[in-house]
Nanobody, 126 residues
Framework: QVQLVESGGGLVQAGGSLRLSCASS????????MGWFRQAPGKEREFVAA????????YYAGSVKGRFTISRDNAKNTVSLQMNSLKPEDTAVYYC???????????????????WGQGTQVTVSS
């Protein structure tokens, strides 16, 4: 069982930055692919970024590429999302998710992730 706890959300002005963190309680954290998703009011949950468990390859949604950076620290069982140049449209609840390696896994699909955090609110004012 893996438990995920996000932190770092808050209110920021457009153009500002926030850093989200996700702490995992699982001892097998280093073998999990990790992702960040977000859900804005009235919209479906969408993929933001992900990082591979073994070689650290990263993947981003087109809307955040060049502004957001995902990273992980396996020694500390944490994954982070550095968000720069924030826009009002980035306002959403951000969720951390974990997925053990599996055949056919797709980093951007919600269904591929087995464990989810409770979410942290990010609000960007214009």
């Amino acid at each position: 069982q893996v438990q995920l706890v996000e932190s770092g959300g808050g209110l920021v002005q457009a153009g500002g930055s926030l850093r989200l963190s996700c702490a995992s309680s699982g001892r097998t954290f280093s073998t999990y692919n990790m992702g960040w998703f977000r859900q804005a009011p009235g919209k479906e949950r969408e993929f933001v970024a992900a990082i591979n468990w073994s070689i650290g390859s990263t993947y981003y949604a087109g809307s955040v590429k060049g502004r957001f950076t995902i990273s992980r620290d396996n020694a500390k069982n944490t994954v982070s999302l550095q968000m720069n140049s924030l826009k009002p449209e980035d306002t959403a609840v951000y969720y951390c998710a974990a997925a053990p390696p599996k055949v056919g896994f797709s980093y951007s699909l919600i269904a591929g992730y087995d464990y989810w955090g409770q979410g942290t609110q990010v609000t960007v004012s214009s």
